[in-house]
């Protein structure tokens, strides 16, 4: 078969094509793997303050949490003004109204839910385009509390 001097560089132009959708694709891959990994870290430690505070919710949650893990997020940081910030929040419902209550006062049956939050910036190119710079983890986990006994 005969090439035309004009079908000379046409390969070279599909591959580049090809190669950029490609590796977008394989960033956006690479971004998800990152984003679900820390989702893990964040359910796996909100589970940790979940349980510690189940056994006793006057304990220090927010410290046993912070100390669950330290990678791929660092959760021991706990300066709101900083961009990696990790937000947890500690709540307590009463068991037979399931209105909000304070820690001091929950006892046996009441729930108790940790929620841990994270800011993932967006690192893939033009992608923050479509869906924002961050976008915002959030794991949640209720435990019944199991002591102390209620007065």
């Not at 796996?44 to 220090?60: H, K």
């Amino acid at each position: 078969m005969k090439n035309n001097k004009s079908e000379r560089g046409q390969s070279l132009v599909e591959l580049a094509v090809s190669l950029v959708i490609l590796l977008y694709l394989l960033s956006g891959a690479v971004e998800f793997g990152i984003i679900f990994f820390q989702y893990v870290q964040l359910r796996d430690a909100a589970q940790e303050g979940a349980l510690y505070g189940s056994m006793g919710p006057t304990g220090d949650i927010d410290s046993r949490v912070r100390s669950a893990s330290s990678s791929p997020i660092d959760l021991s940081n706990a300066d709101p003004s900083d961009p990696l910030y990790v937000k947890i929040e500690v709540t307590a419902k009463d068991k037979t109204t399931g209105l909000d209550k304070s820690l001091a006062d929950a006892c046996e049956g009441d729930g108790l839910t940790v929620v841990v939050s994270f800011d993932h910036r967006i690192f893939m190119p033009f992608m923050s385009t479509f869906i924002g710079d961050t976008r915002t983890l959030e794991a949640t986990v209720t435990d019944t509390i199991l002591s102390p006994a209620c007065p």
